[in-house]
Each structure stands twice: as structure tokens, then as C-alpha cells.
């Protein structure tokens, strides 16, 4: 029977309304987008801007009554800054990081027609060449219920004893998805492996978050890795 690691402490970075957080330099620069269409599309990206939609998260709900009030604005954005963006932030924590958005009147405008938090939540690239196609954002103003997938970072396997003892780490899940007010939904979530031996496991529920998040998983007693042993099983003798 396994064993169960219990002194997990995971550590949780969390995105905060405070503008010393290190990601809220990011300030998205956008502007409105009247029309749609693929021609409309492929001028706006020959001239460097990457057409964009943001939303209440509510409009994806399947059940209509659920729906929030749409707040939808097509927008296109800057290539370079958003590329800029990426390389800071990194994936796969782009889609769980908030960004300030600030959609101006046109290019180059001082006129701030509207401003707020958003989460980018999808990424359209070309199959072929990588490049952004379009991108997806929703509200994410402080108290805003959202659903988002958190990554989740593994670290400490250098110093891992069941690793060193000859097993070797089997990671399980890569994310989690929480429901809570987007001030308090982590940009990842760091598990330190570095003291689980052969057989220990880290389960969903170990995981500490702030408490008006909640983890959408039927079963949360399900690991997210273990330290797998490797056994090396004699060979049957040859039969003559």
C-alpha cells in the first residue's frame, strides 16, 4: 500500500489588484473593431494589429439564463506588444495571468474610451506558420466570477529522494480549473516535490488556494503526481 505525503505546502502565486504586482505593467493597448470578416481580419494583421474580442465570461454559459450582460467590444491589438507580452509572461501562464486593457479611440489616440481587467482565455495561431490570428479576452474586474484552468509547476526534483532512491516522477496533471472572483485566482501554482519519497503521491486536495476559490473536479482525491518505482523483474530461466 502506498504511502501518502502529507506535508505538502504549496506554494500559490496569486494575481492581486495591487499595481505592484509584476504583471500589471502589462497594460494591453487596444482599439475598436466596426467591422468583421476575413478581409477586414487579414488587413488589420498586414498592418501589424491582431484582431480581438473581449466578453463576460457569462456568455459561454451553456444554460441562457446563466448569461451575464454581454459587455462585448471587438478590438484589434498591437502585434509587437502583444508578442512582447508572451515572451515576458511565457505559456502555458498567459491565459491565467489578468492584464489591464485600455481601448483607445484609435491608434496613436489619447482618448480612453473604455478600461478594465481581462484574461486572455484563447489564443488562435496559424497551423502552418504559428502566427496570432485572433485573440480572446474576458472581463475580469475585481469580484468577477470566472472559471480558469491554472497551470501547475513541479519543482524540487533534482533534490527528490524517491527520484534519487531510483523512481522516477510521473506527473499526473498539468492544471487545475478554479471558480472564484478573478482577484484571487492564481497565475500558477508551484509544487515543491523535492521532499516525496518512492510511492508518495500529491493529491488535488492539498493544494492550498485563497478559500472563495473552489476546485471544479468530481474528485479531488485524485493525485496530480507520484514518485513511480522501477522494478526490474528476473528474466524466466530459458526452457531447453
Request: with cysteine; hydrophobic share 35%.
Amino acid at each position: 500500500m502506498s504511502r501518502l505525503w502529507r506535508g505538502l505546502k504549496a506554494v500559490v502565486q496569486t494575481q492581486t489588484a495591487s499595481p505592484a504586482n509584476s504583471h500589471h505593467y502589462h497594460t494591453i493597448q487596444a482599439i475598436p473593431r466596426e467591422c468583421t470578416g476575413s478581409r477586414v481580419s487579414s488587413r488589420d494583421r498586414a498592418q501589424g494589429r491582431i484582431p480581438a474580442v473581449v466578453f463576460s465570461q457569462g456568455l459561454l454559459e451553456k444554460d441562457p439564463s446563466n448569461r451575464s450582460p454581454s459587455r462585448k467590444q471587438l478590438l484589434t491589438t498591437e502585434r509587437k506588444q502583444v508578442q512582447s507580452i508572451l515572451k515576458s509572461v511565457q505559456l502555458p501562464f498567459f491565459c491565467s495571468t489578468m492584464f489591464q486593457l485600455h481601448i483607445r479611440a484609435g491608434s496613436g489616440s489619447s482618448v480612453l474610451l473604455e478600461s478594465g481587467r481581462v484574461l486572455p482565455i484563447k489564443i488562435h495561431r496559424d497551423e502552418d506558420s504559428g502566427k496570432i490570428l485572433n485573440l480572446v479576452f474576458v472581463w475580469a474586474d475585481e469580484g468577477t466570477e470566472l472559471k480558469v484552468d491554472v497551470p501547475v509547476v513541479f519543482k524540487g526534483e533534482e533534490d527528490c529522494p524517491g527520484i534519487k532512491k531510483g523512481g522516477y516522477f510521473n506527473s499526473i496533471r498539468t492544471s487545475l480549473k478554479f471558480l472564484g472572483p478573478a482577484e484571487h485566482i492564481p497565475q500558477k501554482i508551484e509544487v515543491d516535490v523535492s521532499k516525496l519519497d518512492i510511492d508518495d503521491r500529491v493529491f488535488m486536495h492539498d493544494v492550498e488556494v485563497h478559500p472563495s476559490l473552489k476546485l471544479l473536479s468530481k474528485n479531488e482525491s485524485m493525485p496530480m503526481c507520484k514518485i513511480v518505482p522501477t522494478y526490474f523483474e528476473n528474466p524466466e530461466p530459458m526452457k531447453v
